[in-house]
C-alpha cells in the first residue's frame, strides 16, 4: 500500500513541477514560435460503503486514479518533431482484499519527420511501452502470482517509413522497418508467465530485426465538451509472419468536460499478442474527477 501510495504522490509532484516549469517558460522572452505544446493532469477517487445489515449487497472499496499526458511538437519548414508521453496509475482496495492496481501505463512516443507533399511525410519514429509497478494474478487460495512489474514486460519499437497527415487531428504512419526490443528484465516472471512475452528462457531481452508497424492515432473533439482521443498499433514479423501471429492494441479514451476542472473519462484497451495469450484481452475504467489542462502555441 506504502508503494501505491507514493507512486501517486510522486505522480502528483511531478504535475506541479511541470505546471511550474510551463509558467516560467511562458514568462520567459525568446523566440519559440515553433513550438506547440499540451499538458493535462488529472485525479479521480471513488468510494462505496455498505452497512453491515445493508440487504442489496455490495462491497465497501476505495480507488484512486492519476493521470499525467503532455505532448511537444516543433514544426519549421519541411522539419518537424513530435513528442507524446503518457502516464497512468490507479489503485483500488475492496474490504478483505489486498490492494490491487486498477491501471497502470507508461507511454513514450517521439518522432522526427520531414515533409514531402502537403500530406505526406518520410519518418523515423521509437516508441516506449512498460508498466510502473508489480501485476499479480489473485489464487482461490490466497496466494498471489508475479506476472509482470517494470520493464517485464517492456516494448521499444522503432520504425522508418512514411506518414500520412491530411489534418491536425489525425495520423497514420507506415514502417515497414520497424525492429522491436521486448524486455522481461526478471528472469522469475517465466515461472508464471510461461510464454515470458516472446522472450527466450534465460534471456532478458528480445530483438525483432525484420518487422513492420502500423501506427494511427485520432484525437478529436467531437463536441464543445467531449473529445475522443484512439490509438491503433500493429505489428508483425516478417520472419514468422502469419495472420495470428501479427499484434494488435487499440487504445480509447473518451472525456467528457462538466465543469472548467471537472471531468469523466472513459478508457479502453483491446489488446491481441500472440506472445502473451492466446485470445483478445480487454480492460476499461469510466472515473470522475479532476483533469487540469493547458496549451497552446508558444
Known sequence: MKTYLLILIATVVSCRLVIAQEAEATSAEKDTTYWQSEFSAGLNFNQAGFSSNWKAGGVNSVAFGSLVAGKAS??????????????LFGIVRNE???TRKS???IF??????????DRWSAYFSANYLTQFAEGYTFNDDGTKSLISKFMAPGFLTSSLGMEYKPNETFF????PLSPRFTFVTDQGIIANVPSNYGVPAGETVRIEWLAMQVFASLDKDLAENLNLKTRYA???????????????????????????II?????????????????VQVSQALALGILYKVGGKK
Open 234 to 260: 500493429l505489428f508483425a514479423n516478417y520472419e514468422t509472419l502469419a495472420f495470428d501471429s501479427i499484434d494488435h492494441r487499440l487504445d480509447l479514451t473518451l472525456t467528457a468536460k462538466i465543469t472548467d
Open 103 to 105: 491501471n497502470d501505463r
Open 74 to 87: 516543433y514544426s519549421k519548414e519541411k522539419f518537424s518533431w513530435d513528442n507524446e508521453l503518457e502516464l
Open 263 to 279: 471531468n469523466v473519462t472513459f478508457t479502453g484497451i483491446a489488446l491481441y499478442d500472440l506472445d502473451q495469450d492466446p485470445g
Open 96 to 98: 478483505g482484499e489486498e
Open 108 to 117: 513514450l512516443d517521439s518522432k522526427l519527420g520531414y515533409q514531402m507533399s
Open 172 to 175: 497514420l504512419r507506415i514502417g
